[in-house]
């Protein structure tokens, strides 16, 4: 079984540029997450899509942050205009349904941004 | 809101050590708790995941306990390896699905 797919693994821009990363997740899962892991900390959730409904984006930063997720398969998020502060390794995930009392989810190998 | 803290934030011990790992939480209505695996430049690897209505999980040599009413969990690793060296997430399920997670154990096992 394929896992959650991730694009680029690496992207260095400089800030006020914008900048997008794609995800794939695994085959079937209807539940797709992006997270931001800041360096020296745990992931905190930007966004929660179930199918290609949005759950949950209470902690996105809309303002400069938004993603889609059309034919609820893959996934877009965007940074436009990107701050220093967002540096930091954006990390996909995927899960069958909601996650809840056993559902686990999957993560890709994450979107490493680097913003000068 | 939930916060999950965990400690230690960083722990070095030599080949063949038992150890523990420690997670605590504020909100203690959870519907599970996990404890994941990252590896320098890899997504999470869930290890564990502990029901709300569950004490404990085993897995090879790995085994996670939950105590829901004091809002901690632990994850025992014995007879550590050099591969077991990674950073040790802990993360937990409250309502509205999302995961909350700590910052982290930084976990290297010396051969």
């Known amino acids: 079984e394929a896992g959650v797919a991730q694009s680029p693994r690496y992207k260095i821009i400089e800030k006020r540029q914008s900048v997008a990363f794609w995800c794939n997740p695994i085959?079937?899962?209807?539940?797709l997450y992006w997270y931001q892991q800041i360096l020296g900390q745990g992931p905190k959730l930007l966004i929660q899509f179930q199918n290609n409904g949005v759950v949950d984006d209470s902690q996105l930063p809309k303002d400069r942050f938004s993603a889609e997720r059309l034919k609820g398969v893959d996934s877009t998020l965007k940074i436009q205009p990107a701050k220093l502060e967002d540096s930091a390794v954006y990390l996909c995930a995927s899960s069958l349904e909601l996650a809840g009392l056993q559902e686990t989810q999957y993560f890709g190998p994450g979107t490493r941004l680097l913003v000068l | 809101k939930q916060e999950v803290t965990q400690i230690p934030a960083a722990l070095s011990v030599p080949e063949g050590e038992n150890l523990v790992l420690n997670c605590s939480f504020t909100d203690s209505a959870i519907y599970n708790l996990q404890w994941f695996r990252q590896d320098p430049g890899k997504g999470l690897t869930s290890l564990l995941l502990?029901?709300?209505?569950?004490r404990e999980q085993t897995s090879g040599r790995l085994n996670a306990s939950l105590d829901k009413s004091s809002g901690r969990s632990t994850l025992y690793i014995a007879a550590s390896q050099p591969g077991d060296s990674a950073t040790y997430l802990c993360a937990v399920i409250t309502s509205g699905s999302r995961l909350t997670f700590g910052e982290g154990t930084q976990l290297t096992v010396n051969p």
């Open positions: 085959s079937g899962h209807a539940t």
């Open positions: 502990i029901q709300s209505s569950q």
